[in-house]
């Protein structure tokens, strides 16, 4: 048997990057998968490219989730992966001193209040089997402060934190369900394209940016989608509150913030 064979697997944020490739590797272990991602036209091309269920979803409006748990009621693992960085529009101040409350709230209503409606709607789609697997998508960043992201890095530290208050919650209770997060750092998804450019100093770039991490090199999709199926599969059973960091070491030897 695949690992994931039975499972019931809704995903976030799935229609590309580190969602997408979670959602590839689930099916690819057996799993129904069902993507969501509030871009319908990309997610549904995802889903279709997968022979997968996609609902359109925007983690942040609490009508959504109550729309998909009706379609969908009983799950086996949820994980939590929606994100924003605060930057996707463009050049923006977050900064402690000059981002606005705006920019602030933005960036806490997709990736804490999105993971805290979504660890909500996980706890009733399991609860009647008394079983399942909750997977946070935190952050590097969630663990150091981040000067010029610090609406970014608060709200992955919420979510770090959430993660073990759900866990425990679910412990309390006598429920074999578990609750643990997942924290990349520099990983080579879309987001990092305007940055990088298609240039002959691309390469250049990639080693500047990677140059604090030990191993020197962007972590991949694929390797955050592999830890995900572990704590995903019944073999982690035995793991809850607990956080991952996939990191390339950088954490091992440092806590200084990202550049």
């Not at 663990?143 to 608060?154: D, F, K, Q, R």
């Not at 080693?207 to 191993?215: E, G, I, K, M, R």
Request: charged share 20%; hydrophobic share 45%; glycine share 10%.
């Amino acid at each position: 048997m695949r690992r994931l064979d039975g499972k019931i697997c809704v995903i976030t944020g799935a229609a590309r990057g580190i969602g997408f490739a979670i959602a590839t590797r689930f099916r690819a272990e057996g799993a129904t998968v069902i993507l969501t991602d509030r871009d319908g036209d990309t997610g549904r091309q995802a889903a279709q490219s997968l022979g997968a269920a996609f609902y359109e979803l925007d983690v942040r409006e609490e009508a959504d989730w109550l729309r998909l748990a009706d379609s969908v009621p009983v799950a086996d693992v949820v994980v939590n992966n929606a994100g924003v960085t605060g930057f996707e529009e463009g050049a923006v101040d977050h900064d402690p001193e000059n981002a606005t409350l705006g920019a602030w709230r933005a960036v806490h209503s997709v990736n804490l209040d999105g993971t805290f409606l979504g660890c909500r709607y996980a706890i009733r789609a399991m609860k009647g089997k008394g079983t399942g697997s909750i997977i946070n998508i935190s952050s590097r960043s969630g663990i150091v402060g981040v000067p010029l992201a610090a609406a970014y890095a608060s709200s992955k530290a919420a979510v770090r934190n959430h993660t073990k208050s759900v866990a425990l919650y679910c412990a309390q209770q006598g429920w074999r369900m578990r609750c643990n997060s997942i924290h990349p750092a520099a990983i080579l998804t879309p987001m990092w394209q305007p940055m990088l450019g298609t240039g002959p100093d691309r390469e250049a770039r990639m080693a500047a940016l990677v140059s604090d991490t030990p191993l020197k090199r962007f972590g991949l999709p694929e390797e955050v989608a592999a830890v995900a199926a572990m704590l995903a599969a019944d073999e982690s059973a035995y793991i809850t509150g607990a956080e991952l960091q996939i990191d390339g070491g950088l954490l091992a030897g440092s806590t200084a913030p990202p550049g």
